[in-house]
């Protein structure tokens, strides 16, 4: 089994930053990719970023030069830098682990970010 831990989570006055963590725990070795989604109110889920053990990576559209994802395959951990933030980014953010590189197997539980003046 796999756990993963998201922590950095808060409140941000748009514009500001914020970096979520996530600590990933058990049998990981076998899966490649780690990412993140995000749910905001009334929306449906969706992909923010993904990245491989190897550093590859994929950001949709309305992050892309805002957000930066990445690793430390050491700490078995990846994470989301949030910057310029936005009301629209407005969200749970939820840590994701696959095998495949757009798959995912497991969930974490999530962390609100909410981006307000």
């Known amino acids: 089994q796999v756990q993963l831990v998201e922590s950095g989570g808060g409140l941000v006055q748009p514009g500001g930053s914020l970096r979520l963590s996530c600590a990933a725990s058990g049998s990981i070795a076998r899966f490649n990719a780690m990412g993140w989604h995000r749910q905001a109110p009334g929306k449906e889920r969706e992909l923010v970023a993904i990245?491989?053990?190897?550093?590859?990576?994929k950001y949709i559209d309305p992050v892309k030069g805002r957000f930066t994802i990445s690793r430390d395959n050491a700490k078995n951990t990846v994470y989301l830098q949030m910057n310029s933030l936005k009301p629209v980014d407005t969200a749970v953010y939820y840590c994701?682990?696959?095998?495949?590189?757009?798959?995912?197997?497991?969930w974490g539980k999530g962390t609100l970010v909410t981006v307000s003046s």
């Open positions: 990245i491989s053990r190897l550093g590859n990576t």
């Open positions: 994701t682990v696959g095998g495949g590189f757009y798959e995912v197997d497991y």
